[in-house]
Structures are given as structure tokens and as C-alpha cells.
């Protein structure tokens, strides 16, 4: 089935441990010439099937689909959905009143690398990471379809920023499906405008949801400052009962999707400001201004070459902002870059602290939810990590 690629002696072992990619340096032989996205099978140095999966050049050479030798066809594509489904229904996130907004697919941890899938209220947004989801896009979008019915309003397909830069293909952003103006969604009550069509990711930090809901455990009449605040997801939980909250983003668009948030759920509420200004310039004079800060960069790193320097900047940050808060104060503070381990960030943040002398305990550890599960076998797929601080 497809083309065969050989790997090196002793490289098969990750693949022996279910790790779902095959670097190209683990390559010994590719015997054909694979185009991108191309159905492949994997074999070890004495010819042995290891699995199969969707072929890319570059430095993750294959997304393993199935380590069973099988042809991923509609019907394999449909099962792994629907499990996919299945799992968000036994977590609650299926028809539930209080959150209509979550990660139906998630890569990786539901054995679908390269494929991202959220829900926004009837609106499917979709993301290929890979050529070889890419190619079979109008057909996840009709799995899709058919599995969760009247459920669905409109299948959104935004995979032109996230193929990879080497594929030839001229992605465009587009629906695949139905139409629909940006939605409002609800998330444990609160409200967000969602346009999938502008902004980060597909619309909303959905993976923040357990996070924030904690945070509106900490707010009451307090001073909160929102850095990186995007479309004001923090801010608005923190509007619950804070004294005033004031978001900062370097995106004007951002900003004015954050006070449109507030809005939707406060009115005109004069406890809340936003500012349009860099966040490190922002916090240069701060000092003694909140009693809680939340720092949730986007991602310093996104590949391995450029930590050292993305660890750096997690420190300068936490630096700031551990040396001006109100003493008492609490900081929520964040990494969502992959390369970045749980214990690298959490170095970084010492190191912070320990430069600006002052006494902090770690209240709390925090990841993604669980509808962005990580596959065990994978462990760069737990990619956000999180620390309540408490700072005397």
C-alpha cells in the first residue's frame, strides 16, 4: 500500500512506543518518490511493518494514523471521529447548556495528528496541520456532518496559515459547508462573539476554559490586570466581582473584540479599560497597580532552535510582573509553546522570582482540558502549562 520507508536500525523504537511521528533523520531508505500528504507505510530496518500514516518532507517526515497495517479510508476517518465525539459526550461538552464552545478534535491526542476541529455553537472550524488532512478536508467535513446532524449550521475550513510552509498548495480560508456570520457562544454562562474569519487559532482560546473559571475564584474586589488579553477571555470572568479589570493587547482589532465581550455580558461597565500598547511596555510602571496579573504570551518557541531565548523571554516577563505586584498579589501565568517543557517554564519562573528576592508559593499547576486531551504516547502534545503564584 503506498510508498514503503525503511528506518535506520534502532529507530523503530519510538515507533514501538506509539509515538505518532517518524523524524526524517530516523529515515534509511524511501523506496518511490511520496508527494506531500501521500498515504505511506512505515517499516523497521529488518522489514517489519511499523505503521502507516500521511507522508511530509521536512523534519517530521510521517503522522502515523495507524500503527495496524490498514488502509485509512472514509470509513477508518469515520470511526476515529466518532470516537472522537464520543469522548466529548462522556466529558459532558455534547449538548450541555452552560459551554457550546469546545475542541471536537485535537491532533495528536485523539490519534488524528495534523487535523484540528472546534465547535462554535453550530459552527465547525477546522485546521489541517498536514498536507495529507488537508487533501481530505471536504470529506472530514461531511463525516462531520453526518455524525452530529442538525447540530451543525456550517463547516468553516481555515488551514491557510497552518499548512506547512513547503507544501505546494494555495490553501484558501473558506466554508465547506453552510454559511454563518461570526456566532455567540457561551462558556460557563459567560458570552463571546466569535469570528473565526480574523484572530489567532480558530476564533477563541478554548483551551482556557478550566483556567479561567479558576481565576473567578480569585477576583473578588481586586485589581486585575489582563496582559496579552486577545478577545478579553480573562477579562470577563475576572468582570464577575473584581474592583476594576484592565486588558492589554498589542492588537487593536483584539482590543475591540475584548470590549465588545465585556459589553456583551456587563453593559457599559466603567470598572473596565483597555489598552492598546506592548505588553512589556506596559509593565514597566506598574508598580503596586493590581493584586492579580495573568500573563498568557502567545508562544515564544514554537521550534526547538530558538528556546534558549524563549525561555528568556518567559522570565523577563514573569520578572515584571512578580517585582511590581501589590504584595498578596496573585499571578496566573502561562506558556502554550510546545517546545517549552512543564519544567523548563516552571525553571524559567523560579529563576524570576529568585531574581527579585521577594517569597512565592505556587498555588496551583494548570494544563489544557480535557477536550485537548494528550496522548500519553505523545508527550508534546501537553503543550499549555499554567502556575498560580502567590506573592508576598
Known sequence: ????????????????????????????????????????????????????????????AVRILSFEDIEPDSEFFRERINSAIDFRRSMGLIDNDSVNVFRLVHGEGDNLPGLIVDFYNGVIVMQSHSVGMYKIRKEIARILSELLGERIIAVYDKSESTIPFKAEIAAKNEFLSGESEPVVVTENGFKFRIDWTTGQKTGFFIDQRENRKMLSDYTKGKSVLNMFGYTGGFSVYAMKDAGLVHSVDSSASATALADENVRLNFGDDSRHTSFQVDAFEFLNDIKDKYDLIILDPPAFAKHNNVLTNALQGYKRLNMKAIEQIRPGGIIFTFSCSQVVTRENFRKSVFAAAANTGRNVRILHQMSQPPDHPVNIYHPESEYLKGLVLYVE
Open 1 to 60: 500500500m503506498g510508498t514503503k520507508i525503511v528506518l535506520k536500525s534502532g529507530k523503530e523504537q519510538s515507533i514501538r512506543r506509539y509515538h505518532p511521528w517518524v523524524f526524517s533523520g530516523a529515515i534509511k531508505k524511501i523506496y518511490g518518490e511520496p508527494l506531500e500528504g501521500d498515504i505511506v507505510t512505515v517499516f523497521d530496518n529488518n522489514n517489519e511493518f511499523l505503521a502507516v500514516g500521511h507522508y511530509q518532507p521536512g523534519s517530521i
